[in-house]
């Protein structure tokens, strides 16, 4: 039985707005698949914020992590965002309410909070150039989350249709086996 969800068409002179839609399988997939994403995106980017506190900015724990961000926030988000604007027609422009164009970068989700939020930076002489236990746990269940995303995106190949997207995967996987397995 399919659920019936509001998927938003562009305006013309028959005034279409939010239209009611069957609910597919390919539309919760590209939902889960963009929820997952901001998520591990915005735990990248904490993780990244509260090491780069008590690190010198060329501390290798600083570059590895924002090089990850990097192929994850930019490249890997421009990929799926072309993925989910080639798969849809033009005329459908949102689905729940959520711009197909937004489904991979918003940030205005309130999905999960920094846990780091309260820690201080430290002044440079001061600087510990150590992740903290804590710090390495979130960090390496992101890395989890990242590496179950990639596997979800394996299992999804039918809405991969663009070699750029697959050499983006493959690069973070390797990236991912040399910096933190």
């Known amino acids: 039985m399919s659920?019936?969800?509001?998927?938003?068409?562009?305006?013309?002179?028959?005034?279409?707005?939010s239209v009611q839609f069957p609910y597919t399988a390919t539309d919760a997939i590209f939902l889960k698949l963009g929820e997952d994403f901001r998520i591990?995106?915005?735990?990248?980017?904490?993780?990244?914020?509260?090491?780069?506190?008590s690190h010198t900015k060329q501390h290798i724990n600083n570059t590895r992590l924002y090089?990850?961000?990097?192929?994850?926030s930019s490249k890997l988000a421009s990929c799926l965002d072309d993925e989910i604007?080639?798969?849809?027609?033009i005329t459908i422009y949102c689905i729940?309410?959520?711009?197909l164009t937004s489904m991979?970068?918003?940030?205005?989700?309130?999905?999960?909070?920094?846990?780091?939020?309260?820690?201080?930076?430290?002044?440079?002489?001061?600087?510990?150039?150590?992740?903290?236990?804590?710090?390495?746990?979130y960090l390496d269940k992101t890395i989890v989350l990242l590496q179950k995303f990639i596997i979800m995106l394996d299992?999804?190949?039918?809405?991969?249709r663009h070699k750029d997207t697959?050499?983006?995967?493959?690069?973070i996987t390797k990236y991912i086996e040399a910096h933190y397995a």
């Open 3 to 17: 659920e019936i969800v509001s998927v938003t068409t562009e305006q013309s002179s028959l005034g279409a707005g």
């Open 40 to 53: 591990i995106r915005k735990r990248l980017l904490y993780t990244m914020f509260s090491v780069r506190k």
């Open 67 to 72: 090089d990850l961000y990097k192929l994850v």
């Open 85 to 89: 604007c080639t798969y849809y027609p």
């Open 96 to 99: 729940n309410e959520i711009n």
């Open 104 to 137: 991979f970068y918003s940030y205005n989700n309130n999905e999960i909070e920094d846990p780091f939020a309260a820690k201080q930076f430290c002044s440079r002489k001061n600087y510990t150039n150590l992740i903290t236990p804590e710090e390495q746990e």
């Open 155 to 160: 299992l999804n190949k039918d809405l991969i």
């Open 166 to 171: 697959a050499n983006c995967v493959d690069k």
